[in-house]
Nanobody, 113 residues
Framework: QVQLVESGGGLVQPGGSLRLSCAASGITFSRYAMSWYRQAPGKSRALVAVITSDGGSTNYADSIKGRFTISRDNTKNTVYLQMNSLKPEDTAVYFC??????WGQGTQVTVSS
C-alpha cells in the first residue's frame, strides 16, 4: 500500500520558518521525482517545488524562489520542504506527491501574527 505522510505544519509568524517532511512507504522511493504542492482557501492546488529522483535537480515556483528549499533523503524515504521568510500568502495546505501515483493527506501551514 502506497502511503505518503506529511508532517511539520503549524502556525508561524510572518518571517518565521518551518520544515515540512513527507515520509513515503510502499514505493521504491528513490525511483520517483517528488513534489510539494499547496492549496490556499478558495484556490486551486499549485506546484511549489519538485526534486528529481536522485536529488540532483530541483525546480521552484516563482512565488517561493529563494525562500523555500526542497530536499530528499533516499535512505529515509523522506522529502523535505524548508520554508524560510514565510509570508501570510504562504498560508495553505501543503501536499507532497510521488511521481504521478500518490498524494499525501496534506499538512496545514498558517502564517499569521
Amino acid at each position: 500500500q502506497v502511503q505518503l505522510v506529511e508532517s511539520g505544519g503549524g502556525l508561524v509568524q510572518p518571517g518565521g520558518s518551518l520544515r515540512l517532511s513527507c515520509a513515503a512507504s510502499g514505493i521504491t522511493f528513490s525511483r520517483y521525482a517528488m513534489s510539494w504542492y499547496r492549496q490556499a482557501p478558495g484556490k486551486s492546488r499549485a506546484l511549489v517545488a519538485v526534486i528529481t529522483s536522485d536529488g540532483g535537480s530541483t525546480n521552484y515556483a516563482d512565488s517561493i524562489k529563494g525562500r523555500f528549499t526542497i530536499s530528499r533523503d533516499n535512505t529515509k524515504n523522506t522529502v523535505y520542504l524548508q520554508m524560510n521568510s514565510l509570508k501570510p500568502e504562504d498560508t495553505a495546505v501543503y501536499f507532497c506527491k510521488a511521481g504521478n501515483i500518490c498524494w499525501g493527506q496534506g499538512t496545514q501551514v498558517t502564517v499569521s501574527s
